[in-house]
């Protein structure tokens, strides 16, 4: 067997859930919400399953749910998408992300991504042939050095890859930022990877973003996006990707042999569901309270917590308690302290020298005042 993806084993979600469950630690460290979704979303999958939407989808995904995410763009951004040629409904964040990367990375490309990134951006481009060229950003304000980033881009250049909000930083790139992205890329064969899953979930007034409503960017991206965060049903695995025609058709010759399509009722239950756009405005609220209990409850703890303007996802700084290194300390506070976070040098390719850990807020009341009162006794 000559291994495709040598170095790569498995994921640190994974691996710090399993720790989680083994040493029955309150799970802080992947991504997912330990409450419920409404029932009323629930009620409406086996409604979808009694009325006998139970075989294939369309390969581009459900009309109407191509409808409502059309309607949403129109409401949040008013920007126009096509339904039928720009939009492509996919089995979560995660594959769309995966089709984009098949459909345009090749032998010998060069792809730009920010680090701390996403962990599957780098093997994913690895399999394709590409060549990651990361630009590392440090704690505590992950700043982007455009500059930088120009003397980056050259004909090899394929591609540029963000995540805005961004995990793990909680980062969000403004208008001002992606306008700046548009300059650099504007006149160069360079597409962007838009990775939009934590798109609503931004806070103290800052708006959503989407790379959809600036023209520059629009007109080279892919834009993904994921309902498992926007429902609380990251086991459901439902996306989309949306980009402009020409790179569609492409992205769809591949989805068609992996996925094919992607389930029927949850489709058309998800489509009801949103038509209802305030569940959207509310979402940011409601993840905003989360992240103040966890935020405020660490007040006078030893953890420095670091700005989140977006994502469900916290960074604390530990270099007060201890110089351990991330994945060494995690671990101790796992088995130990009983507690399980991420450690931020899993999003680099080279581990950092921070004292960094990330924590997921998307949890119950109970859940985070369990979690403050851990943390701070340590
Ligand atoms: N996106 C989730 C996170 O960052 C994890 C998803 C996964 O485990 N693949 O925690």
Request: aromatic share 10%; charged share 20%.
């Amino acid at each position: 067997l000559i291994a495709k993806l040598p170095h790569v084993g498995t994921s640190i979600f994974t691996q710090m859930t399993t720790l989680a469950n083994a040493e029955q630690a309150l799970n802080l460290s992947q991504g997912f919400p330990d409450f419920e979704t409404d029932p009323r979303l629930t009620q409406l999958v086996s409604a979808a399953m009694e009325k006998g939407h139970n075989q294939y989808a369309p390969m581009i995904g459900a009309q109407s749910l191509r409808e409502t995410i059309v309607n949403k763009y129109k409401v949040v951004y008013d920007v126009d998408v096509d339904p039928s040629e720009e939009l492509t409904i996919t089995a979560g964040g995660t594959q769309a992300i995966f089709t984009a990367l098949a459909t345009v990375v090749g032998a010998g490309d060069e792809v730009i991504i920010f680090e701390p990134a996403y962990d599957s951006y780098a093997p994913t481009i690895e399999l394709f042939g590409g060549k990651v060229i990361p630009v590392r950003l440090l704690a505590p304000d992950f700043q982007i050095d455009w500059d930088y980033v120009a003397t980056l881009i050259n004909e090899k250049t394929r591609l540029v890859i963000i995540n805005n909000p961004n995990n793990p930083t909680g980062k969000v790139l403004g208008n001002e930022e992606l306008n700046k992205l548009g300059k650099l890329l504007e006149g160069t064969g360079t597409l962007l990877l838009s990775d939009e899953v934590y798109e609503h979930l931004v806070f103290d007034g800052v708006e959503p973003q989407s790379v959809l409503s600036i023209p520059a960017l629009r007109e080279r991206s892919f834009v993904v996006a994921s309902f498992g965060k926007l429902l609380h049903t990251t086991g459901w695995k439902i996306g989309y990707c949306v980009a402009p025609a020409m790179l569609t058709r492409e992205f769809r010759k591949i989805h068609q042999f992996n996925v094919f399509s992607v389930n029927t009722p949850m489709q058309i239950a998800i489509a009801e569901y949103l038509k209802d756009i305030a569940y959207i405005d509310n979402l940011a609220g409601f993840f905003e309270k989360k992240r103040d209990l966890l935020k405020n409850g660490l007040k006078e703890s030893r953890f420095k917590v670091l700005p989140c303007e977006g994502t469900y996802f916290l960074n604390l700084d530990y270099s007060a308690i201890s110089q351990e290194k991330e994945f060494d300390f995690a671990r101790y506070l796992t088995t130990h302290h009983k507690i399980a976070t991420i450690p931020l040098s899993a999003f680099y390719k080279q581990a950092t020298d921070q004292q960094v850990l990330r924590v997921c807020f998307a949890k119950q009341d109970v859940t985070l005042s369990e979690a403050v009162a851990i943390l701070n006794k340590i």
